[in-house]
């Protein structure tokens, strides 16, 4: 079982982490993971790009499981992705490194387009253990999980 701890907070407003707690990053992973190994549950963590910029081999010893909140969108994905990879593995080389993939409706047209996700996917496939596709303002993702799933050649029933 798993135990995921998702620390986010933006200047502004939008939050949900309490500012200090995530102001002060490190240790507030480092104490949710004691807290998860603690009770028999593997870590994972879900950290936003900026904090993986930041924290990624700081936080790397402590984690089972990295979902990478990477933008599919961000210039030069893929070095971003393998460069994130690169640094949690060189520290934890057990750890799994996921990557989020999220069609976000509210964001520009490329951004929900499947094509530009699979083609995102396909260029850090080979570096990555695992992605999420992650929906919260998209509302029918089925035909878009459809499309992504023919595009990386998974059979679908």
Do not use: M
Not at 82 to 89: C, D, Y
Not at 120 to 141: A, E, N, R, W
């Amino acid at each position: 079982t798993h135990l995921a701890y998702d620390p986010e907070w933006f200047e502004g407003g939008g939050s949900i982490t309490p500012e200090a707690e995530y102001k002060d990053y490190v240790n507030s992973v480092i104490t949710a993971s004691h807290y998860a190994h603690d009770n028999g549950f593997d870590f994972v963590l879900t950290p936003l790009y900026k904090d993986i910029q930041a924290y990624d081999k700081q936080f790397a010893p402590y984690v089972d499981i990295v979902v990478l909140q990477i933008p599919h969108f961000v210039p030069y994905y893929d070095i971003a992705v393998e460069t994130a990879v690169q640094n949690i593995k060189s520290v934890n080389p057990n750890a799994l490194v996921f990557v989020q993939l999220i069609p976000r409706d509210r964001t520009a047209e490329a951004n929900v387009d499947p094509s530009t996700i699979i083609s995102s996917f396909k260029s850090i496939q080979d570096h990555v253990d695992g992605v999420l596709l992650f929906y919260y303002d998209t509302p029918d993702p089925v035909p878009i999980i459809g499309q992504f799933y023919d595009g990386i050649g998974i059979p679908q029933n």
